[in-house]
């Protein structure tokens, strides 16, 4: 309520604010929800940072929170306009949730870190992800964090052969960073992704990419992929 605009019946403060962290707390979806509410009125609108890490956001809140980010072509409010960094690791947010931020990602073009980390994502939520991203979405984007030696999500192969397909097609030009650790991929997804990116521009940036097997995770040196601009990470355990 404080941060809501006066216009709105709120007090309008931190109007020159860019960095909030609310991370490690207990708010759930009827918070993030209320919160949401005050960016769509207009509050936070320098907000760059924007940090949710481990709370217990549902797909309740993710989705209250990115109809407020949609614009308002599309039914939402446009809040958030310039933020390049959002940290939703260790909630509660699956397939629903994923899909309800997918269809907003098209507002977010300035964003260049996401954070989805430790979550409930499946292949329904990435597949939809991968849809947006292949046609544009985020085309700032230069890390994209799925998972983490602190937990990943329960995307499988049809997600990750979805991811692929979009990378096949240039989707997430600006990426540096990709980090698949702790879901649900085998090799036969690992050698779509390679399929998807050999003789084309896809992740032509040189990025770090680490991804977890069905057999394990390397802790070899990283090999070149077929294209030598992005060292890539996988394979057996020895």
């Known amino acids: 309520q404080a941060i809501k605009p006066v216009s709105e019946g709120g007090s309008g403060a ?5 960095y909030l962290e609310l991370g490690s707390n207990q708010i759930g979806d009827e918070g993030i929800t209320a919160l949401a509410s005050a960016c769509a009125s207009g509050a936070l609108p320098k907000l760059r940072d924007f940090f949710l ?22 039914g939402g409010s446009g809040a958030l306009p310039q ?18 931020l997918a269809g907003a990602m098209g507002a977010m073009a300035n964003l260049q870190r996401l954070y989805l980390n430790s979550n409930q994502i499946g292949d329904a939520g990435m597949v939809k992800f991968a849809e947006a991203i292949g046609k544009g979405a985020l085309p700032n984007l230069e890390k994209l964090i799925i998972g983490s030696v602190m937990g ?7 997600g990750m052969v979805a991811l692929a397909e979009a990378f096949g097609k240039g989707a997430l030009p600006q990426l540096h960073e990709l980090n698949l650790y702790r879901n649900k991929i085998s090799d036969a997804a ?8 050999k003789g084309t521009n896809a992740l032509n940036t040189p990025v770090r990419a680490i991804t977890r097997t069905a057999a394990g995770v390397s802790r070899r040196k990283p090999r070149p992929c077929p294209r030598p601009a992005w060292p890539y990470r996988l394979g057996a355990r020895q």
């Open 14 to 18: 931190l109007p020159q604010c860019t």
């Open 53 to 74: 890490q481990r709370n217990k956001i549902g797909n309740a809140g993710i989705t209250a929170l990115v109809q407020a980010i949609k614009p308002v072509s599309e």
């Open 83 to 100: 933020c390049t960094k959002l940290q939703l690791a260790g909630n509660q947010i699956g397939d629903a949730g994923m899909v309800a």
């Open 152 to 158: 990943g999500n329960n995307i499988g192969d049809q």
């Open 190 to 197: 690992c050698t779509a992704l390679a399929d998807a990116i």
